[in-house]
């Protein structure tokens, strides 16, 4: 019987592994990933230039020479790109293959002989996409607010960061060197919306992005994000969006929540962000700089 088609919004993995390894990784990436299984490192590698694969796993027992070449040029082409080596059984070649794959500058090992290792691989991936969501937001708010002082791009950065693990207001500024209370009232003296705001919505392009995982729960979705329940996830999205999870689950996905966001808190107010110093007020206005990892 023929395997149903994978949905394409899944984060795709390309892999380099031995079959039984790809039947224990495709059972493993329900809902959460979609392994594109590879014959040889050079289709790896042209999915990435491709931007068909977001990562790339690597099977221990698989390991020779020419593979790891490959997996070094590879590191060196694409040091951004997510790359696990999957160990799933020993032999005594095992030693040898490791010391061998560390020294290529892959750093990311996953033991998946007991079941918690295929947990720790979902995991990880899934933590990648953290990474991938403040890309999405800061090369767009990059191009918005050319111009800005750049401790102004430091805020939205580490505002982004923080809306993956449930910062708040508080913990955001002292990450910032900045007092709570200084940081509110300057974005309220410069006429725009409240740090808050911006946090919440980052949190919603998060919870959109998670949300193009078919297999994830709502429930799931909240504890990744770190709210107190469901019910709290709930409200919020009702209080600030006027929708319920299901709804705003059908009617947007990460990029349309990042429009949005730039709809609501962004272009109205990009000649006043433009002037805003959010952590430093005795900064001149240079040119504009982010750090997108």
Not at 29 to 38: D, F, Q, S, T
Not at 198 to 211: E, G, K, N, V
């Amino acid at each position: 019987m023929a395997r149903p088609p994978v949905p394409p919004h899944l984060m795709p993995v390309a892999t380099m592994l031995t079959p039984h390894e790809r039947l224990s990784v495709d059972a493993a990436g329900v809902g959460a990933y979609r392994a594109l299984h590879r014959d040889s490192f050079d289709e790896v590698v042209q999915d990435l230039r491709a931007r068909r694969a977001s990562a790339v796993l690597v099977s221990v027992t698989r390991y020779d020479a020419h593979l790891g070449a490959g997996v070094a040029a590879m590191v060196r082409e694409f040091p951004q790109v997510p790359t696990v080596a999957l160990l799933s059984h020993l032999d005594r070649a095992t030693p040898q293959a490791m010391m061998d794959l560390g020294g290529t500058g892959l750093s990311r090992l996953v033991d998946v002989r007991e079941p918690a290792g295929w947990t720790q691989l979902r995991e990880y991936l899934y933590g990648t996409q953290k990474h991938d969501v403040r890309r999405m937001v800061m090369s767009q708010l990059a191009m918005d607010l050319v111009g800005a002082a750049p401790d102004l791009f430091r805020f939205f950065e580490a505002l982004v960061d923080a809306s993956a693990h449930g910062g708040t207001i508080a913990t955001l500024a002292d990450q910032l060197h900045v007092v709570a209370s200084t940081l509110v009232s300057r974005f309220f003296r410069a006429g725009v919306p409240a740090p808050r705001r911006y946090l919440t919505f980052a949190r919603f392009i998060r919870a959109a992005r998670l949300f193009e995982n078919p297999g994830l729960s709502v429930t799931t979705t909240a504890n990744v994000l770190e709210y107190s329940s469901p019910q709290s996830f709930g409200r919020h999205l009702k209080l600030h969006m006027k929708l319920t999870a299901t709804e705003f689950r059908a009617a947007f996905d990460g990029e349309r929540m990042l429009q949005h966001f730039r709809r609501e808190l962004v272009l109205p107010y990009a000649d006043a962000l433009r002037l805003l110093r959010p952590l430093n007020p005795s900064l001149g206005a240079t040119f504009a700089r982010t750090l997108i990892h």
